[in-house]
């Protein structure tokens, strides 16, 4: 079946340090790809997205490029700040379903001034 | 999370007891479904809905019954707590079910302790 592998956590940063969180899939098809974020207290928030294969989602200075032969997501930031910190989720969709969302366990994402 | 709302955000139960996890979205979406959230297992599907009327099972669906009698609703009802559906539940929608590049939305989240 469907699943998602994503690099545990937790992990904290120094500002402006580089981020990569790993995340990588197992599905049937051609699934789309998402990352989405859960700050303190609050519910997930779509981060990006990318719905085919090299397809490079990008939002707030996150980045995430499609790669499937590797069958990666991996989430980058070139330089992060302290208002990154939250838990990040790598999700996919199945692909011809009913668009339900498979989740990685998360990566609590701490940066420190 | 603008246009999905849940309630209540938080609920302490008793062990046996029922309950409803409420869901209601204003943005007109076919599909809905309920998440749940522990520690180390990110978020796992317990229930969901491609459309009134219809309802299946996600990977968790043991201990839940769930209803979809209008678009906009999607209560969640727990039929005799135990203190293993301790969680934090969302409830999400997206536009239309089968397009998997469709953004999903999900509630700000409602916090449910079992002792």
């Known amino acids: 079946g469907d699943s998602v592998t994503q690099m545990e956590g937790p992990v904290t940063l120094s500002e402006e340090a580089f981020l990569t969180i790993n995340c990588t899939y197992t599905a049937t098809g051609y699934p789309s790809l998402f990352w989405y974020v859960q700050y303190p207290g609050e519910g997930l928030q779509l981060l990006l997205k990318a719905t085919k294969a090299d397809d490079k989602g990008s939002n707030k200075g996150f980045e995430a490029t499609y790669r499937k032969e590797t069958t990666s997501f991996h989430l980058e930031k070139g330089s992060v700040q302290v208002s990154d910190s939250a838990v990040y989720f790598c999700a996919l969709s199945d692909q011809g379903g009913a668009n339900n969302l498979f989740f990685g366990t998360g990566t609590r994402l701490t940066v420190i001034p | 999370n603008a246009g999905v709302t849940q309630t209540p955000k938080f609920q302490v139960l008793k062990t046996g007891q029922s309950m409803t996890l409420q869901c209601a979205q204003d943005m007109n979406h076919e599909y809905m479904s309920w998440y749940r959230q522990d520690p180390g297992m990110g978020l796992r599907l317990i229930h969901y809905?491609?459309?009134?009327?219809?309802?299946d099972q996600g990977e968790v669906p043991n201990g839940y019954n769930v209803s979809r009698s209008t678009t906009e609703d999607f209560p969640l009802r727990l039929l005799s707590a135990a203190p293993s559906q301790t969680s934090v539940y969302f409830c999400a929608t997206t536009p239309s079910p089968g397009s998997s590049g469709n953004t999903i939305y999900f509630g700000e989240g409602s916090w449910l302790t079992v002792v």
């Open positions: 809905s491609v459309g009134a009327g219809i309802t």
